[in-house]
């Protein structure tokens, strides 16, 4: 507690912003690198998922009870105690049905299957909709921040929020949990919460900021005040969010634990950012604008306001 | 007195509104019966389709409606509860059926166009039964056969094919027929179809032909007759019943029918149709044709297990995540910790109660905006507490304190909340399906996280502190030491006040 009271949270920004780019740059190495591991949701094919297994088989023998050379090709991963998900290329491609490869799955496991298959065509419109969400969500964001704030605001948020998307894309490269459409879901879910985190610390910037009148020191200093004035908040909140989503990971059936991993990293990164990147962001930007705008003038603005 | 007041009605309508929500969960039916599960919960089919014309018209609004009317009659005639239709955006339509888990065999039913042609056969080719893995090198070789008869013409006429089982079993006979581009009758010379069975009991599918059909497929018998005799084969010519692109029967007509029977059948094995076929054949041709072919672009079984397995975990998370978090707010805050559970607690039931109400189907993506909103929910009590306890070291009295962190948290937490419901709009906008169940319990959370946790946490603490209750900094987790810390920063604060 005392040791936040002391952070230089604007000035230090070289210190928040190489630690940020360390993880950006191991983020997008491994998305580069084709980390990316896409779900059936983009790409199109079936995903059996088999529950209440008797007998423990291997996930060789998973893959040998699959029609044809169809195991080589197909991902097979053990969920859960007594669960195997199989995901198999787009079926009909193949020449098989859905009705044949879970027979065959049915018999071999003795348990009962549940099927999701996609074609191709709706993995590309599903794809192409996750990154019109999201490209939405960003434009609407600046619009609503350059309301309700002002630009040099937005400007920052965006930056923390581009960040934060990076970093949990990058985790999952990393980890090669699939990519589907509820990581979509995560990530808008996680640009709104970040969103929310950068808002509480700009309100209270807003609350504190005089007036009129620009002085870099001042307003650096302000920013730093109002950060060490809510930065408790945006710890407590972080925890009260991530206390759910840590149990939705740990109780939560596949679905819900892919949620709530990109969620964990998500709100990770989203606390992180809200108070070391969007603050030290909007104070350069500003600094930045007001040297561009001609010291004349920032000295004019100085004077008239002490 | 004013504000005892307005807190009491506030408190009274809480009051009020948990009524209705225990109402509507425990009286109205059986408990276990007042949420609405999704398929990805409870088990059964789903199944996305794409309309689309093989033309490359655009599929318009009028016709998807259309086609929703058949598909629900489609799925009312296999006798399930309470299938759900929707038309999604401009020509998708998605079909939950629950308690179903024969996907391929309900999405055959619901997707087939079901386009019944009547056409008069201008050529035929083959009619040897060959094995099963030869029918496409068949058909083929038959399709460049048909290519060179004096009757096809790009354009005019196209090639159809019909696949029967062998009499003796020795495989499937592949027939190809030329037939004009257009047939003479549509399905709409239907008049209903039923499953019967001929005299030597196999089955078979007979259709009634409305008065006008009958006379057009009199008509069209004729035809068929008088060109046979032109072409020197009378007798031999023959007519084509066509479901779609295959040839259902392709019978040789002699001489002109009138009255108004056509029947479907399978002279070639002992039982007539299969069975499952003969019900499917009766349920598209009664139901009539789609006004636009469908493409499957998604289908999901979900078997019963893994749906009650998916609740359950789903249950247990969202239960522990809200317990923990109840202990949390507790450990910090102490007293105004015990308040905001109380209204968490007060927002969980009438969450629950909407979720009833409206009525929202519970799907798995809508437990994870359940547990999300309770987080959120959580947190504009921690934007308002933090601010109370700022306002407290400051050295401003406990009550004096409340009322500053209400006022000045609210603005946050009303613009952090915008900024979270513009992107669940975004998401319920954008997204299909199941996105859509967790955008719509986002929405439904924040919205009714702002009642419970700025409106009735203030009446709550308004109400007790009117009683004469004394809240102490250190009943709202203010150490001693944070206070005395506190009183510089005043001055800070103060300094920062006169410069404005």
């Not at chain 1, 710890?235 to 759910?244: A, D, E, F, G, K």
């Amino acid at each position: 507690m005392v040791a936040l009271k002391n952070i230089d949270f604007v000035g230090r920004w070289r210190i928040w912003f190489a630690v940020s780019g360390v993880f950006l740059l191991i983020c997008v190495g491994a998305i580069a690198l084709g980390g990316f591991n896409p779900g059936i949701d983009f790409t199109g094919g079936s995903a059996f998922t088999a529950s209440g297994v008797q007998g423990s088989p291997s996930t060789a023998e998973v893959r040998d009870a699959l029609p044809g050379d169809l195991g080589d090709r197909s991902i097979v991963q053990s969920v859960g105690e007594d669960g195997y998900e199989v995901r198999t290329p787009v079926l009909s491609e193949e020449g098989y049905t859905d009705a044949e490869v879970r027979q065959a799955l049915e018999e071999e496991l003795g348990a009962e299957v549940s099927v999701t298959s996609i074609s191709p065509t709706f993995g590309g419109q599903i794809r192409t909709q996750a990154l019109q969400a999201v490209a939405a969500a960003l434009a609407i964001i600046v619009l609503f921040i350059s309301v309700r704030f002002e630009f040099s605001f937005a400007m920052a948020a965006m930056v923390a929020l581009i960040h934060d998307i990076f970093i949990t894309m990058g985790f999952y490269a990393l980890v090669g949990r699939e990519v589907n459409l509820v990581t979509v879901v995560a990530v808008l879910t996680v640009l709104g919460y970040s969103l929310y985190d950068t808002i509480i610390i700009f309100d209270r910037i807003r609350e504190n900021a005089p007036e009129a009148g620009y002085n870099r020191q001042r307003y650096e200093e302000l920013a730093n005040n109002s950060i060490r004035q809510v930065v408790m908040r945006s710890i407590y909140t972080s925890v009260c969010t991530l206390i759910p989503v840590v149990a939705l990971l740990i109780f939560g059936e596949s679905t819900l634990s892919d949620f709530a991993f990109a969620l964990l990293v998500g709100i990770g990164a989203g606390t992180y950012s809200s108070i070391f990147i969007a603050a030290p962001v909007l104070c350069l930007y500003k600094a930045w604008r007001a040297g561009r705008v001609g010291s004349g003038k920032g000295r004019a603005a100085q004077s008239a306001s002490s | 007195m004013t504000n005892r007041r307005n807190n009491l009605i506030i408190l009274g309508l809480v009051v009020v509104l948990i009524g209705v929500a225990a109402y509507l969960i425990f009286v109205r039916q059986p408990v276990a019966e007042a949420t609405r599960l999704g398929l990805d919960l409870e088990g059964g089919v789903s199944a996305n389709l794409q309309g689309y014309k093989t033309n490359g018209e655009e599929v318009t609004r009028d016709e998807m409606d259309v086609a929703a009317g058949v598909i629900r009659q489609r799925v009312d005639s296999l006798g399930v509860t309470e299938p759900e239709i929707q038309i999604q955006g401009d020509d998708q339509v998605v079909v939950n059926i629950p308690g179903i888990t024969d996907a391929d065999r309900a999405v055959e039913v619901i997707g087939r166009t079901a386009q019944l042609g009547f056409y008069e056969v201008l050529a035929t080719a083959g009619g040897q039964p060959v094995p099963e893995d030869e029918i496409e090198d068949t058909k083929e070789s038959l399709q460049d056969e048909l290519e060179g008869d004096p009757t096809f013409e790009e354009g005019e006429t196209r090639i159809l094919f019909e696949e029967s089982p062998a009499p003796d079993g020795s495989g499937t006979i592949v027939q190809g027929y030329v037939v004009p581009d257009e047939p003479e009758l549509t399905g709409e010379a239907l008049d209903s179809a039923v499953q019967s069975q001929d005299q030597a009991g196999r089955r078979e599918v007979q259709m009634e032909l409305t008065s006008e059909g009958g006379e057009g497929f009199g008509d069209l018998s004729q035809q068929i007759v008088d060109n046979a005799l032109a072409n020197g084969t009378p007798g031999g010519g023959r007519l084509a019943v066509v479901l779609d692109e295959d040839v259902v029967s392709a019978p040789v007509v002699d001489e002109p029918i009138y009255g108004g029977q056509v029947v479907i059948q399978n002279q070639g094995s002992p039982g007539g149709l299969p069975q499952e076929e003969a019900e499917e054949l009766e349920v598209v041709l009664q139901t009539g044709a789609l006004p636009v072919n469908m493409e499957i672009l998604s289908v999901s079984s979900i078997g019963p297990t893994l749906g009650a397995d998916s609740l359950r975990s789903g249950l247990l998370a969202a239960l522990v995540g809200f317990g923990l978090v109840l202990v949390f707010l507790v450990i910090i805050y102490r007293v105004l910790g015990l308040i905001a559970d109380l209204a968490l607690i007060i927002y969980a039931f009438l969450l629950w109660g909407l979720i009833v109400a409206i009525p929202i189907t519970m799907t798995l993506p809508g437990i994870a905006g359940i547990v999300l909103s309770i987080g959120v929910a959580a947190d504009a009590n921690v934007v308002i507490f933090e601010r109370i306890k700022e306002e407290v070291r400051r050295g401003k009295t406990p009550r004096t304190a409340v009322g500053i962190g209400y006022q000045k948290g609210f603005t946050a937490i009303v613009d952090g909340n915008l900024a979270t419901l513009i992107t669940a709009f975004i998401l319920f906008a954008l997204a299909s399906g199941s996105v859509r169940g967790f955008a719509v319990l986002l929405v439904v959370g924040v919205i009714l996280s702002m009642f419970t946790a700025v409106v009735v946490t203030r009446a709550l603490l308004g109400l007790i502190s009117g009683r004469g209750f004394h809240l102490s900094a250190p009943m709202m987790g203010v150490s001693k030491k944070s206070l005395e810390e506190g009183r510089p920063a005043r001055a800070g604060k103060a300094g920062t006040e006169a410069r404005r």
